[in-house]
């Protein structure tokens, strides 16, 4: 999942995820790439160094520290959380010029927004792109910033567009009706149809 600074990725995950399972703002790693993968319990693995024994701590230590900006500083994290994807795909929370992980296959899902817009990068050819952030545009001015958006990657380019906030306030009021509006059930259509090996959308 790559994108530029505050793009919308760490949303896009969360609503993937189904739940704020990664918190708001930085955890507290010198490296900003977070890995997010299965686990039983809601929680992050932080680690020293590479060589070291990971540290455990729950989702609600997590979510105090990036409330409080007051954490024991790490070099980098594991989120963890049990969500279904998440035993098809682990997913990469980076930024636009992380190259993904060397040792083992990826697709690269990147994060455009819309009210920034984006050139096309020298990075991996994204599988799909995630538009966010169109619901600031005027509404009878998305439809052209959806066009201008996307024209350096070409016409058929795979692509979703997302309220990712709104995904998750549909999620925690269990309304179905604003899921499939903030574009939430496309995107997860889509990620899960690319972790199959088909194409996006
Ligand atoms: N209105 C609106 N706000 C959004 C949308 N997506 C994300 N945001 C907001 O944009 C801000 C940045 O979102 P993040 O998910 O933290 O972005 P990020 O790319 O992970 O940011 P950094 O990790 O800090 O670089 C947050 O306040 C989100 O609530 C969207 O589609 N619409
Ligand atoms: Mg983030």
Not at 84 to 101: I, K, T, W
Not at 102 to 119: C, K, M, S
Not at 149 to 173: E, I, N, Q, S, Y
Request: with cysteine.
């Amino acid at each position: 999942m790559t994108g530029g600074p505050r793009s919308g990725r760490t949303t896009v995950v969360n609503a993937l995820l189904g739940a704020p399972a990664v918190p708001d703002g930085r955890l507290p790693c010198t490296d900003p790439t977070v890995l997010v993968r299965w686990g039983d319990r809601p929680g992050s693995h932080m680690y020293r160094s590479p060589d070291d024994r990971p540290d455990w701590f729950s989702l609600e230590q997590l979510v105090g520290w990036a409330a409080a900006s007051a954490a024991p500083f790490m070099a980098f994290a594991d989120v963890l959380y049990p969500s279904e994807l998440l035993r098809e795909v682990a997913l990469v929370d980076g930024l636009a010029d992380d190259p993904g992980p060397a040792d083992r296959p990826h697709l690269r899902v990147h994060v455009i927004d819309a009210t920034v817009g984006a050139a096309p990068d020298a990075g991996a050819e994204p599988a799909l792109l995630v538009l966010t952030k169109l619901d600031l545009v005027d509404a009878d001015e998305r439809d052209a910033c959806r066009t201008a958006v996307l024209a350096p990657w070409g016409d058929d380019v795979p692509h979703v567009v997302v309220d990712a906030p709104r995904t998750l306030r549909a999620l925690a009021k269990r309304s179905g009706r604003a899921y499939v509006a903030s574009g939430g059930a496309a995107l997860l259509h889509a990620v899960r149809r690319l972790a199959q090996g088909r194409r996006a959308v």
